[in-house]
T-cell receptor
């Protein structure tokens, strides 16, 4: 199976702009999660989508939003970009569980989108 | 709340020697534990996980990890290190009592394997 793909791989924006990042999960996977990786804060959970519904949300401001489409592809959007939003944004997909307790499925990560805000 | 601690920012080991990368965790429910590796300018690659069962878990590339409930630890090990193992290693935990796939990561340990 093809792995998780993310587009674009690199992005340069200026403060105040907005950006949309895209993630295509592994075929058959219905859960997509997003993480932000920075040297100062490390890896932080942004949100998770399952069957087009946000299932979990991290502690990020409302400028960070996401959505999932019926084919499980996901996008995340950051509005009014700040210098501190410069980071590697990682998408991960997992499993096919429909409900129940915390999934035991493994999350598989894409290569990430490197966002630089000038 | 769940948390992970990786007490060592960097671990240096000679090729051929055993390696250990330490991880301790805190969760309110049953811990689901994971190790990932990251090479420069790449995403995270899954190495292994512990959900339940045997405390010793075997994973990719000869890595293994031992779950110790009393010490709340999940240390990553390899009997004989290779130069190609040099990378950034992350331990992560998910609370088995909660819903969804939210992973909490440690700060990462840079492994350097030297000839």
């Amino acid at each position: 199976k093809a792995g998780v793909t993310q587009t674009p791989r690199y992005l340069i924006k200026t403060r105040g702009q907005q950006v949309t990042l895209s993630c295509s999960p592994i075929s058959g996977h219905r859960s997509v999660s997003w993480y932000q990786q920075t040297p100062g804060q490390g890896l932080q959970f942004l949100f998770e989508y399952f069957s087009e519904t946000q299932r979990n949300k991290g502690n990020f401001p409302g400028r960070f939003s996401g959505r999932q489409f019926s084919n499980s592809r996901s996008e995340m959007n950051v509005s009014t970009l700040e210098l501190g939003d410069s980071a590697l944004y990682l998408c991960a997909s997992s499993g096919t569980r429909t409900s129940g307790p915390a999934s035991t499925d493994t999350q598989y990560f894409g290569p990430g989108t490197r966002l630089t805000v000038l | 709340a769940q948390s992970v601690a990786q007490p060592e920012d960097q671990v240096n080991v000679a090729e051929g020697n055993p390696l250990t990368v330490k991880c301790t965790y805190s969760v309110s429910g049953n811990p689901y534990l994971f190790w990932y590796v990251q090479y420069p300018n790449r995403g995270l690659q899954f190495l292994l996980k512990y959900i339940t069962g045997d405390n010793l878990v075997k994973g990719s590339y000869g890595f293994e990890a031992e779950f110790n409930k009393s010490q709340t630890s999940f240390h990553l090990k390899k009997p004989s290190a290779l130069v190609s193992d040099s990378a950034l290693y992350f331990c992560a935990v998910r609370d088995g009592a909660g819903g969804g796939n939210k992973l909490t990561f440690g700060t990462g340990t840079q492994l350097k394997v030297e000839l």
